[in-house]
Every structure is written in structure tokens, then in C-alpha cells.
């Protein structure tokens, strides 16, 4: 089970699952089925990269859309309906460590009101540290991965 007295901090990347609407989906997800090829189903998974995760399309090569796939075909649930959620919201004011959120600044979980939710969490945990990366979007961590490591650094040494 959970250990909380052996947490010394806790980052948080993309936090969605903030009580707030989100801006939903840039587009239609593409489903796979059997009949698809290997490279069929990696387009496809390239696709919903662009739809839920990445903001930027030109980006998007076959690597990330194999590892999507791999992602997907050991998902045990469809998480994107979990960030009209408020769990982490609520989880927020107890939370007795030093904080930090990492966002992309475009992620699409975290708009239209990316202000409001760092209004929310400064409000309750007033230490918190506050890494935004510009032009990135959900899967911060992937599209903008030397910026997110740094950030990352940040929060951990400001903890």
C-alpha cells in the first residue's frame, strides 16, 4: 500500500484530474483493429498522439507512435475521460511534502484555464513549485524531454 511517511516530495507532470473542464480532444481518435498491419496500427497511434497527448504534429515520428501503441495495448483503461475528474484536486491540500507540477504550457488537459488550476494549487500549497514548458503539450516528458528533465531537477533540488 501507500507509504506517504516515505515521501520526501512529490512532481507532478501533465497533472490532469484538477475538478476543471478541460479543453477535450483535438480531434477524432482512429481505432485499431485486427485486420491492421503492425505499421497501420503505429500511424494510427501516431494520429492519437496528436489528438490527446502531443501539440506538436511535425513532431510526431514512428518512434513515438510505436510507443504509443505499446502504451495502448497495455492500457487497462481510457484514462483522457479521468481529467474532468477532481482527484488530484482534492488530493492537493493534504498533501505534506514539497510540490511541483510540470505542464506543457499547450497540454490539452490542463487548458482552457492552465492559470486556474496554478491559482488552485498556490492557494494550498503555497510553496509549490510551478514548471511550465512552453510549447508542449501533454506528454511533456516525450515532446520536450531535456526542458522537462531540467524542470524536473528543479523541483526536486527546490524540495
Request: hydrophobic residues 45%.
Amino acid at each position: 500500500g501507500a507509504r506517504p511517511q516515505r515521501m520526501r516530495s512529490m512532481t507532478v507532470i501533465g497533472g490532469a484530474s484538477m475538478g476543471m473542464p478541460w479543453a477535450g480532444l483535438r480531434g477524432r481518435l482512429r481505432p485499431m483493429d485486427d485486420s491492421m498491419t503492425e505499421a497501420e496500427c503505429v500511424a494510427v497511434q501516431a494520429h492519437n498522439l496528436g489528438v490527446m497527448m502531443l501539440n506538436n504534429w511535425d513532431e510526431i515520428d514512428e518512434t513515438a507512435g510505436a510507443l504509443q501503441l505499446h502504451n495502448a495495448r497495455r492500457a487497462r483503461a481510457r484514462s483522457h475521460p479521468l481529467a474532468s475528474g477532481d482527484v488530484l484536486r482534492n488530493a492537493i491540500p493534504n498533501i505534506k511534502v514539497p510540490i511541483g507540477f510540470i505542464w506543457g504550457d499547450a497540454d490539452i488537459y490542463a487548458l482552457p484555464d492552465l492559470a486556474g488550476r496554478i491559482d488552485y494549487l498556490l492557494k494550498h500549497q503555497p510553496q509549490a513549485r510551478v514548471e511550465l514548458i512552453e510549447g508542449a503539450g501533454h506528454w511533456v516528458m516525450h515532446e520536450r524531454a531535456q526542458a522537462c528533465t531540467e524542470a524536473l531537477l528543479r523541483c526536486v533540488a527546490a524540495s
